[in-house]
């Protein structure tokens, strides 16, 4: 298990869903993920390069009959970045729920 | 770190949490299996009513050996479509459990819905038993792994 870091990259709400998601997963369709996440097909592919660059996510291109079809993964290093990140989400709360005084 | 509110952060962990029930929720068979399954049902009902013994036994080798290829692919129920593969975390050790629990489960129903059948003097019997398991099969299955799945916590 990693151990908790507060990512920035993966942070914002639509990138936190987008990599939760395919946490979850081997690998996604870019179909599938554009119809889980309410997004268009140019914010999708914004957020895919966004997290390719930093080596979080590896997509590959495949035809299938006349259509091509993107699949997207989450790297060794997106699930690392993943699970560190939520590690840190959940000390921040734990951390909260100590500091409030009994009784509240 | 940067400085984030504990509320943002539940908020962030609950939106996590909810990606990822939304993939679970992928988590099955695709619905062909179902039906070709429902088919190999009746056949093996009509070799069961009209055939000899030995063809029956052989009949229900096959259907198990074939059922056995398939499932040792698809049983895992991570590939329900083709648009995603559920992770083998998400999708659970008991989802292969409770398909196998479902086919014993549907065969004791087969076997008892043509007992009922047969003493109520219902001819073909065997054959009448195995089209209702099989239509249930086709219609409920993806339903029935659901709830399964849902009662095991799988």
Request: aromatic share 6%; hydrophobic share 50%; glycine share 10%.
């Amino acid at each position: 298990m990693s151990g908790a870091r507060f990512d920035e990259l993966i942070h914002p709400s639509t990138r936190l869903n987008l990599v939760a998601t395919l946490a979850a997963a081997d690998w996604a369709e870019f179909a599938f993920l554009k119809d889980r996440l309410n997004l268009s097909d140019s914010a999708l592919s914004k957020q895919l390069a966004t997290l390719e660059e930093a080596g979080y996510v590896a997509t590959e291109r495949r035809l299938e009959g006349s259509r091509r079809k993107v699949r997207a993964r989450l790297t060794a290093a997106g699930r690392s970045a993943f699970d560190g990140h939520i590690a840190a989400l959940r000390e921040i709360v734990a951390g909260a729920s100590t500091a409030e005084p009994p009784g509240r | 770190m940067r400085e984030i509110d504990p509320e943002q952060a539940r908020a962030a962990l609950d939106a996590a949490g909810r990606a990822r029930r939304q993939v679970a929720e992928e988590v099955g068979l695709p619905r062909g299996y179902w039906w070709a399954m429902g088919c190999g049902w009746v056949f093996l009902g009509v070799i069961g009513q009209f055939a000899p013994g030995w063809v029956v036994a052989v009949a229900t080798l096959a259907f198990g050996a074939g059922h056995a290829t398939v499932a040792s692919r698809w049983l895992d129920g991570r590939r329900r479509t083709g648009q995603v593969r559920v992770s083998a975390q998400v999708a659970g050790r008991r989802t292969p459990l409770v398909v196998i629990g479902m086919l014993l489960g549907l065969v004791a129903l087969t076997v008892a819905a043509a007992v009922v059948l047969e003493a109520d003097g219902a001819a073909h019997a065997p054959l009448w038993s195995a089209v209702l398991v099989a239509a249930i099969i086709g219609f409920g299955g993806p339903e029935m792994l659901r709830v399964g799945r849902r009662w095991v916590r799988a």
